[in-house]
């Protein structure tokens, strides 16, 4: 495998405080070699050891490569009629997820991976290098295998959500489809390489029971535990997050002030998902209070069809910035170090000697631009593994 220098860097952001200026870990002229997948050499542009191959930034920012912790990307079809209804003033309720249920499970394997291809390829040109992909378009055994077979093809960070709502066959059976659900669907799960289970606990989906049920059964299979909380109403999905030492809690859109210290006493990351906000005209998530109590934050996308048809990391830390009262830094911070810690993950998120050698150049000279700069296309190089993409 050849070396790799980076050099010619605007601002290299480590996101390792210490490492550099401030709590982005910022260094200036400085270069980076990866070797054999990983950061090799960190240090001054001028002390830059040899290597086989040299990329030039062009005085560009070097930030880590984005974790987006949170996307469903295994379903068929879309719902831009539903948007565009919900545009025109109709609340989003999550009815529509059984709407891409019925397609995924009339669409054939191909087509589902094509999908899954495609939009992974769109989240890595805009700087993810990391992408966690959720089943919970199947919700029969074999379709929530299947859905997680093909995640796997593209990303070890493969999530179980047999339980994001009750199907119509099961409407008014929901303690019959939690035993689906527990029993014979996880282990298909398992069989299939989920890593993680997660539950979409919320009025309508799986109540604070249902939810423990199935994270607890989840947890003694061998799969970490993250769960869907908080989205539409303050549930108890959060505290459930924190009693059972969830990895993330998801949405955390409507906290009371004891949720937020909860989450602040604790190792569960406080995942938050504006582009559904963004998407469903709804208010955003408390970042400022999550911050200022000391919670783990993390950004993540929520790439779905129905309520955040994004893959965009850059516009999700845009909008944490402007409608979330995040500083710059915080958001990249939980854009990178923040996934990777939702994801129980120390080897991505961070530019450091031993991290793995993902990372995205800016086509501009500071990060600040990302934020400063919405919509715009300003990731221009991205090295995933160590090799150019
Ligand atoms: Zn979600």
Redesign the pocket.
């Known amino acids: 495998m050849r070396s790799m220098l980076v050099t010619n860097i605007g601002e290299l952001v480590t996101c390792v405080p210490g490492q550099g200026e401030g709590p982005l870990g910022i260094r200036r002229q400085a270069a980076l070699v990866v070797d054999d997948r990983k950061v090799a050499w960190i240090g001054r542009a001028a002390d830059a050891p040899p290597a086989d191959g040299r990329v030039d930034a062009g005085g560009g920012a070097v930030v880590p490569g984005f974790v987006d912790s949170?996307a469903?990307l295994v379903f068929a079809g879309d719902r831009a009629g539903e948007f565009a209804a919900r545009m025109a003033g109709e609340p989003y309720t999550g009815g529509g997820i059984r709407t891409t249920v019925g397609a995924t499970r009339a669409a054939g394997d191909e087509q589902l991976r094509t999908n899954v291809a495609r939009l992974r390829q769109e989240a890595l040109r805009q700087g993810t290098t990391t992408m966690e992909i959720?089943s919970g378009y199947g919700l029969t055994v074999a379709d929530e295998a299947r859905s997680l077979r093909i995640a796997r093809e593209f990303s070890a960070e493969t999530t179980f959500l047999g339980a994001h709502v009750v199907p119509a066959e099961y409407a008014g059976r929901t303690d019959d489809y939690v035993s689906l659900v527990c029993g014979p669907m996880l282990s298909a799960a398992r069989g299939a390489g989920a890593r993680w289970v997660d539950v979409f606990c919320e009025r309508g989906a799986f109540d604070a029971d249902h939810s423990r049920a199935i994270l607890t059964v989840g947890a003694a299979a061998g799969l970490g535990t993250r769960i869907?909380a908080n989205q539409l109403t303050a549930g108890p999905g959060v505290r459930l997050a924190v009693e059972l030492g969830a990895a993330s809690a998801?949405h955390c859109t409507h906290l009371t002030p004891e949720d937020i210290d909860a989450l602040a006493g604790s190792a569960t990351v406080a995942t938050l998902?504006p582009g559904a906000e963004f998407s469903t005209r709804s208010p955003y998530p408390p970042a400022r209070a999550l911050l200022d109590a000391g919670a783990t934050v993390a950004l993540a996308t929520?790439c779905?069809p129905g309520s955040s048809y994004t893959t965009s990391m850059p516009f999700c830390v845009a909008l944490a910035v402007r409608e979330m009262a995040m500083t710059p830094a915080e958001a990249l911070l939980a854009a990178t170090a923040g996934g990777a810690a939702a994801l129980r993950r120390d080897d991505v998120g961070q530019l450091r000697v031993g991290a793995r050698g993902d990372l995205a150049i800016l086509d501009a000279p500071s990060f600040l631009h990302l934020a400063y700069r919405p919509g715009v296309p300003l990731v221009s190089t991205v090295m995933l593994n160590g090799e150019l993409v």
Do not use: A, G, P, V
Request: net charge negative; proline share 0%; hydrophobic share 10%.
């Open positions: 949170h469903h959720k869907h998801d998902l929520d779905n």
